[in-house]
């Protein structure tokens, strides 16, 4: 198979449905090197996030932001907030949780997490 980034994201998929994020995601790291689609890092970013890979979510979300992700403004923030918390990186997290709160989409996911980590 050519490793281009459409067999790739294929691939990736493909791996995804038989639900093994551990290839799928190997796949999209592969694809994130050769593409510039602001959407298979936000997606890369997602499935790492959902596998607890909270550096690689953040690393991937912040080449979706750069690359112009923005369909729900404040998702990436909000998400990378709660990845920062997650390597108990509370000021990053608190950062990233104020930006989010300042979307509407994410505003009350946001204030929530940022409440939650006032009590510690």
Do not use: H
């Not at 050769?34 to 690393?59: C, H, M, Q, V, W």
């Not at 709660?82 to 950062?95: G, H, W, Y």
């Not at 104020?98 to 994410?106: E, R, S, Y």
């Amino acid at each position: 198979m050519k490793e281009n980034e459409e067999n790739l994201k294929l691939l990736s998929s493909s791996y995804f449905y038989a639900r093994d994020l551990k290839n799928g995601i190997k796949i999209l790291v592969k694809a994130e090197k050769i593409s510039d689609d602001p959407e298979l890092s936000y997606r890369l970013g997602t499935y790492a996030f959902d596998s607890e890979n909270y550096k690689l979510a953040i690393s991937s979300f912040d080449i979706a932001k750069e690359r112009g992700w923005n369909k729900i403004p404040g998702r990436i923030e909000l998400i990378k907030g709660i990845s920062f918390f997650e390597l108990d990186d509370v000021e990053q997290a608190r950062s990233n949780l104020i930006l989010a709160a300042n979307f509407d989409d994410t505003k009350d996911t946001a204030e929530g997490w940022l409440s939650y980590i006032d009590q510690f």
